[in-house]
Every structure is written in structure tokens, then in C-alpha cells.
């Protein structure tokens, strides 16, 4: 069974920065693409980020460019979000999310199949 | 970008009734990279359709999804009450991958 479990959520100041992680389990990591998307309380899902299977190729939304780095440690099943420079409108619940293919944009790549519970960051004075 | 209209915003509808939501791209998008899912309060959202029509695993057979190049629908035959929810769709053709803004399915 999948499952992947974010933690590292928290209030934080603007400016500051964060970094999420995702344990993953119950499949073969370094096989498959994984994104970060997240959703502003109480609005809709925007993606962040996206890393492929073997972490050589990386995406992030324009609105995170620069700020954010999407990582994976294959030894650790692990994937991470580095926030730097952090601003109130990062503020989110985070979410992991498995897909079925290696490439995470574009062609070959696929929906999203598998999610976490998600963490909450909140970027606030 | 492209960007994702979802229409209504939201849907008033008794159980047992007919569910029908639009999602229309801004520029065309493969059948293959077009996505829906479902999302209850307080949850993550859950994979319903890929591939414009194709079910995920274990979604019940009221769910069908629909359409091609800028216009795409996902139709509930029979609204069961564990169907009320928000339901987005995403296109994953090309970077950035977008969602819709989200279509809500209220009870009536």
C-alpha cells in the first residue's frame, strides 16, 4: 500500500524559510515522478513542483521560482520542498503527491494517483 | 499556461440526480493529460478519472469522464450522498500543470 506522509509545516515568518518532507513507502521510489501541490485555505489546488523519477529533472510554478527547491533522496524514500524567502501568500496546506510515470510534466508524465494527508504552513508575523 | 474553467461553481442537486461538470481549457489539451478529482473537507484530493475517461481504481461506475481538445466533462449518473464534494479537474499536457478552480456539488 502507498503511502506518503509530509511533516515539517509550521508558522513561520515572512522571509523565513521551511523545508517539507514526504516519507514515502509501499513502492519503489526512485521509479516514480512526485509533485508538491497545495491549496490556500479555502481555495483551490495549485501546483508547486515536480521532480522525476530520478531527480535530473525538476519543474516549479512561476510564483515559486527562485524560492522553492524540490529534492528527492532515493535512500531515504524521502521528497522534499526547501521554501527560502517565504511570503504570506505561501500560506497552505502542503501536499505530496505520487504519480504513475518517472517524468512529471508533460508528455509521458500522468495524473496524480497517490496524495498525503498534507502539512500546513502558515507565514505570518 | 493554460488555464482551466470549471462551470457551474456550484451544483444544487438531490441524491439520486444527475451530475454533469464542465471543465474547458484555454488552449487544447491532450485526452491523454486530462485528469478529475474529488475532495471532501478536511481530506487530500482523490484521483476519480485519467486520461480524459479512463476510472481509477476503485471509483464506481457512476463516475465518467468525457470530452476532448478544449472541452472535457465529468458526469455522476446517480448522486449518492458520499458524492457531495469538490471536484477539480487538472491538465498535466504541458508544464505548468494547472487545475480548474474547482466545481462544488451541493446537496439541495
Known amino acids: 500500500e502507498v503511502q506518503l506522509l509530509e511533516s515539517g509545516g509550521g508558522l513561520v515568518q515572512p522571509g523565513g524559510s521551511l523545508r517539507l518532507s514526504c516519507a514515502a513507502s509501499?513502492?519503489?521510489?526512485?521509479?516514480?515522478?512526485m509533485s508538491w501541490v497545495r491549496q490556500a485555505p479555502g481555495k483551490g489546488l495549485e501546483w508547486v513542483s515536480g521532480?522525476?523519477?530520478?531527480?535530473?529533472?525538476?519543474h516549479h510554478a512561476d510564483s515559486v521560482k527562485g524560492r522553492f527547491t524540490i529534492s528527492r533522496d532515493t535512500s531515504k524514500n524521502t521528497l522534499y520542498l526547501q521554501m527560502n524567502s517565504l511570503r504570506a501568500e505561501d500560506t497552505a496546506i502542503y501536499y505530496c503527491?505520487?504519480?504513475?510515470?518517472?517524468?512529471?510534466?508533460?508528455?509521458?508524465?500522468?495524473?496524480?494517483?497517490?496524495w498525503g494527508q498534507g502539512t500546513l504552513v502558515t507565514v505570518s508575523s | 499556461e493554460i488555464v482551466l474553467t470549471q462551470s457551474p461553481g456550484t451544483l444544487s442537486l438531490s441524491p439520486g440526480e444527475r451530475a454533469t461538470l464542465s471543465c474547458r481549457a484555454s488552449?487544447?489539451?491532450?485526452?491523454?493529460?486530462l485528469a478529475w478529482y474529488q475532495q471532501k473537507p478536511g481530506q487530500a484530493p482523490r484521483l476519480l478519472i485519467y486520461?480524459?475517461?479512463s476510472r481509477a481504481t476503485g471509483i464506481p461506475d457512476r463516475f465518467s469522464g468525457s470530452g476532448s481538445g478544449t472541452d472535457f466533462t465529468l458526469t455522476i449518473s446517480r448522486l449518492e450522498p458520499q458524492d457531495f464534494a469538490v471536484y477539480y479537474c487538472?491538465?498535466?499536457?504541458?508544464?505548468?500543470?494547472?487545475f480548474g478552480q474547482g466545481t462544488k456539488v451541493e446537496i439541495k
Open positions: 486520461g480524459a475517461s
Open positions: 509501499g513502492f519503489t521510489f526512485s521509479s516514480y515522478a
Open positions: 521532480i522525476s523519477g530520478s531527480g535530473s529533472s525538476t
Open positions: 487538472q491538465q498535466y499536457d504541458t508544464s505548468p500543470v494547472t
Open positions: 488552449q487544447s489539451v491532450s485526452s491523454s493529460y
Open positions: 503527491a505520487k504519480l504513475k510515470s518517472s517524468v512529471a510534466v508533460g508528455r509521458d508524465s500522468s495524473a496524480y494517483y497517490d
